[in-house]
């Protein structure tokens, strides 16, 4: 007989987790100050929830994945309200639209089932990027992992809007050698070695993260620089 799971006090396990991740996922006392600190010092609040007319959101699909039809169909054979959470998105400087970052499928859902508002959680911010990296830590672990090509599609997002983040100039990067050599981007780093393109991310990094030669490339599009062309075939 299986055994019983215990009912237990949601505090109780905080203490224990907070003890087994110095125990065993080196995470020192050190750590914890360190993000507790930064936690307590962000002037962001936890965003409030309200009903938001459907018609009002929009969805932007170089953020997005696209959608998944036997999940929609699931929810919807499945529907219960008291179970549908809260949609999270976000706004740009106060104004319209709405982009949702999460809650595709149970706002589509809602939808085709005659719902015109859905709860929703709206974020304000300035920041171009937020809804990626939000999406991307929404999503990056539960039912459906993100796929590779899920996260360099969003990381390539950040490139476009300014990020110089190493993972973000990685992305883009591999995009430009995928697309000379016909390699999958999400493949290209275990196919370089066999190209002979051990040293061509090194050659051109500093191209990427270079303002001046931004300026010169028309911003991100260097698809179409020569100079990035000839770092690629040098």
Not at 12 to 41: F, G
Not at 114 to 126: Q, S
Not at 175 to 192: C, K
Request: one cysteine or more; glycine letters at 4%; hydrophobic letters at 35%.
């Amino acid at each position: 007989m299986a055994q019983k799971r215990l009912t237990r006090k949601l505090t109780d396990v905080i203490a224990e987790v907070e003890k087994q991740l110095k125990a065993h996922y080196n995470v020192t006392q050190k750590d914890l100050d360190a993000w507790r600190a930064r936690a307590k010092a962000l002037s962001h609040k936890f965003p409030i929830s309200s009903m938001i007319q459907i018609e009002d959101l929009w969805i932007d699909y170089e953020v997005q994945r696209d959608v998944l039809h036997k999940h929609i169909i699931n929810i919807m054979r499945k529907w219960d309200p008291r179970i549908c959470s809260p949609g999270s998105a976000c706004r740009f400087g106060g104004k319209p639209p709405i982009y949702l970052y999460d809650a595709q499928h149970r706002t589509i859902a809602a939808g085709i089932l005659g719902f015109t508002e859905i709860p929703c959680a709206v974020v304000e911010t300035t920041d171009p990027n937020f809804a990626s990296y939000a999406f991307e830590m929404l999503n990056d672990t539960g039912v459906k992992r993100l796929t590779p090509g899920d996260l360099h599609r969003n990381a390539l997002v950040r490139y476009k809007n300014g990020s110089r983040d190493s993972k973000v100039v990685h992305a883009r990067t591999t995009q430009v050698i995928s697309q000379r050599e016909f390699i999958p981007a999400t493949r290209l780093d275990e196919n370089l070695i066999g190209f002979g393109k051990e040293n061509i991310q090194v050659s051109i990094i500093s191209t990427f993260q270079s303002q001046d030669t931004m300026g010169s490339c028309e911003s991100w599009r260097h698809l179409d620089c020569s100079y990035c062309y000839e770092q690629l075939h040098a």
